[in-house]
């Protein structure tokens, strides 16, 4: 089995193209995504992508695996790992589209730089209190809890870990220097901080929009301390940073 290690702005994926060996889609890939993403038996790895043949006219389709073997309908990071991979491996050219659980995201490819743009955000509630912080609630192709704070330091993983579980979503704190907005995002699958997330940079980006006056563009950066790019087009959030290709190897 051939597979490919890409890493966007700290988050790490594995990627199997499953294209050409239509057998692999009978294995358990929630199986395997627990057993190649462990970094101590395995491979290591935030998640599991596999890329499909598209069934709708885009140039591929994939399936995501968190790194606990649960799938997720989107992740912004992985997506971008995924567009450089499908051209590096020639299945798309630097402008595509692909088929994922939040449905068609379309990609723009140049010198390992990827910007996606990703589904339409909604609000999933009305802000609320709660555990001492105020909360916003959208849905950036998964579902995100957003809390604009003074100071980062204030990340607390057990509430986090007790947002995450009673909300069943993402869970991130932010905050805006007036120039740079900083996130940390404690990740569902992962079930713990991860060192970026693009769904959750995406969600900060449009509460802060939203509510906080912030422009339709701005750089972000995550706790991997890479920048990336968001905007706002009115209807979708465009997100675009670095992607690196790490390795391809055979496993058996």
């Known amino acids: 089995m051939q597979i490919s290690k890409y890493n966007a702005s700290g988050n790490d994926f594995i990627i199997i193209q499953a294209i050409e060996n239509s057998k692999f889609l009978s294995l358990d890939r929630s199986a395997l995504a627990v057993k190649l993403c462990?970094?101590?038996?395995?491979?290591?790895?935030?998640?599991?992508?596999?890329?499909?043949?598209?069934k709708g006219g885009s140039d591929f389709a994939w399936e995501f695996y968190n790194s606990d073997g649960s799938v997720a309908a989107m992740c912004g990071n992985g997506s971008r790992a995924a567009a450089l991979y499908a051209y590096k491996n020639q299945i798309c050219n630097n402008i595509c589209s692909f088929e994922t659980g939040a449905g068609i995201i379309t990609a723009k490819i140049g010198n390992d730089m990827v910007?996606?743009?990703?589904?339409?955000?909604?609000k999933l509630s009305e802000p609320f209190n709660e555990m001492g912080l105020e909360?916003?609630?959208?849905?950036?192709?998964?579902?995100?809890?957003?809390?604009?704070?003074?100071?980062?330091?204030?990340?607390?993983?057990?509430?986090?870990?007790a947002m995450r579980k009673k909300y069943n979503a993402n869970v991130n704190y932010a905050k805006f220097d007036g120039q740079r907005l900083?996130?940390?995002?404690?990740?569902?699958?992962?079930?713990?901080?991860?060192?970026a997330c693009g769904t959750g940079m995406a969600?900060?980006?449009?509460?802060?929009?939203?509510?906080?006056?912030?422009?339709?563009?701005?750089?972000?950066?995550?706790?991997?301390?890479?920048?990336?790019?968001?905007?706002?087009?009115?209807?979708?959030?465009?997100?675009?940073?670095?992607?690196?290709?790490?390795?391809?190897?055979?496993?058996?």
């Open 182 to 195: 900083f996130v940390r995002t404690f990740e569902r699958g992962v079930e713990n901080e991860t060192n």
């Open 115 to 122: 910007e996606v743009s990703l589904s339409e955000p909604k």
């Open 135 to 161: 909360w916003s609630f959208y849905d950036t192709g998964v579902p995100h809890l957003v809390s604009f704070v003074e100071d980062l330091g204030e990340f607390d993983l057990e509430i986090a870990r």
């Open 38 to 54: 462990d970094r101590f038996s395995g491979v290591g790895a935030d998640g599991l992508i596999i890329i499909k043949g598209s």
């Open 203 to 252: 969600a900060a980006f449009f509460t802060g929009f939203e509510r906080f006056g912030l422009g339709d563009k701005v750089e972000v950066i995550p706790k991997s301390k890479e920048i990336l790019s968001l905007r706002f087009d009115g209807v979708r959030i465009h997100f675009g940073g670095r992607v690196s290709h790490i390795f391809d190897t055979a496993i058996y």
